[in-house]
């Protein structure tokens, strides 16, 4: 993509306040690119500063009535970071109903740093948040559920949380819900080195579920060196797929998918005795790696990811049918990688997949435009090609929502109106992040 015109709004940063900028009817915020098109802005951006540290947004969901509820962090008086969950109206106003004004935070009782990965709303309205907690020696996974209306729901677990088991430090990335409410977390738990985990929570929190792995929890090693899960998907019949890379040999790492079966083994069916790793889909030989993984309506896995160029980091986007080998159909060789998005030559990546209602696979992530960092978000066609209807080449740069720093995407959804929810942060004129929300 070539250089492309800019166009720039400095939001109005409100301490312990927010500012909704171009919130309906095609207003403006931050600099938008369409990589070479005129910009075309978003029809809500909202940044969110609690007025203490930093705050920001890792992930994002929407419940049954359309409201966007957006986890991530905020910093308290003490300078550590707490667990904070956001809820807006459609329109972009925080909802009132929800917490205190429109936000809940929790604190853990060790007085470290508390943070939430990842959110979802299951069956009932309740909300489910995964991250981690600062225990009294280690960090421990952690899975809260909060009531509809954010006050924390009791009954779930130990006064609404349950600490994961793993080794010493564990963190929990990602989690997904079952058909049956059983919810399914996927993190990494480290004692000398680094392991993929999942667990396998009851409905109810009060216990990890027994018949899945060994007492609720599987690990996978792949016996070089770190591990790390960092996405989960089920498919239609209700396989675990984890995303993450694995260690190598060679002391690099390997983009991984892992395959469970329902019982939490490994499902031998899949790749190599469960497992498919892929390395060098940007042409270098150095990292390769999986953040967010999702399955389209055919059974066909769709991971996203970084990969090595020889210099720096490309974003890539993997396909894989149903067996485990890649979908040569998609891209020609079953991957896709896009480099210089915003114009630098540092690093990429997509950190969050989602696929629409029409089979189009929309990628959240960030970008280097050779001074910081930019949200991307591109779309593609079923084949791997840059659906040309977004932003007339498939991609979009956002830049300098919340100041002149880093801006940078992590969590994604699709409206019922099809439109994309991101969330993340952006640096703002005092060098801290803000929380962003923006939806195209």
Excluded at 46 to 57: C, I, K, N, P, S
Aim: proline content about 0%.
């Amino acid at each position: 993509m070539g250089s492309t015109p800019w166009r720039r709004l400095l939001p109005m940063l409100i301490a312990g306040g927010f500012s909704i900028l171009g919130c309906g009817g095609g207003g403006s915020g931050g600099e938008e690119s369409g990589g070479g098109s005129s910009a075309v802005s978003g029809d809500l951006q909202v940044v969110r500063d609690e007025g203490l540290g930093d705050d920001g947004a890792e992930a994002v969901a929407l419940d049954s009535s359309g409201r966007i509820l957006v986890a991530g962090y905020a910093t308290n008086s003490s300078g550590n970071k707490d667990v904070a969950i956001w809820r807006l109206t459609s329109d972009g106003a925080l909802d009132s109903s929800f917490g205190t004004g429109g936000i809940v935070t929790i604190a853990g009782s060790a007085g470290g740093d508390d943070l939430a990965h990842a959110i979802a709303v299951d069956s009932s309205g309740q909300i489910l948040v995964a991250g981690e907690t600062k225990g009294s020696s280690y960090i421990d996974a952690a899975l809260w559920r909060l009531e509809e209306d954010g006050d924390i729901d009791s009954t779930f677990g130990s006064s609404g949380l349950k600490t994961l088991a793993g080794l010493r430090d564990d963190i929990a990335r990602d989690l997904e819900i079952q058909s049956d409410g059983m919810i399914v977390v996927v993190g990494y738990a480290k004692y000398t080195t680094t392991d993929m985990i999942v667990w396998r929570v009851k409905s109810d929190g009060s216990a990890l579920d027994s018949t899945f792995g060994s007492g609720g929890v599987r690990f996978y090693t792949s016996g070089y060196g770190n591990d790390y899960a960092l996405g989960v998907a089920l498919d239609s019949s209700g396989r675990i797929l984890v995303a993450g890379d694995v260690s190598t040999s060679t002391g690099d790492f390997d983009m991984a998918l892992v395959r469970l079966t329902t019982a939490g083994a490994l499902d031998t069916t899949f790749g190599s005795g469960g497992v498919v790793t892929h390395n060098g889909a940007a042409g270098g030989s150095g990292y390769d790696y999986a953040l967010d993984v999702a399955v389209d309506s055919s059974g066909r896995i769709v991971v996203v990811g970084g990969s090595s160029n020889g210099s720096s980091d490309d974003l890539a986007v993997w396909r894989f049918g149903s067996t485990g080998a890649l979908d040569t159909t998609f891209g020609g060789s079953g991957y896709v990688t896009a480099g210089n998005l915003a114009g630098g030559t540092g690093a990429e990546a997509a950190e969050a997949v989602v696929l629409d209602s029409s089979g189009r696979i929309v990628v959240a992530g960030s970008s280097s435009n050779g001074t910081d960092r930019d949200i991307v978000i591109l779309r593609f066609d079923s084949t791997g090609s840059l659906d040309s209807s977004f932003d007339s080449d498939g991609a979009r740069v956002v830049s300098n929502v919340a100041g002149t720093g880093n801006d940078e995407a992590y969590g994604l959804a699709i409206d019922s109106s099809g439109r994309m929810v991101i969330s993340g942060y952006g640096v703002n004129g005092s060098g801290n992040r803000d929380m962003l929300l923006l939806r195209y």
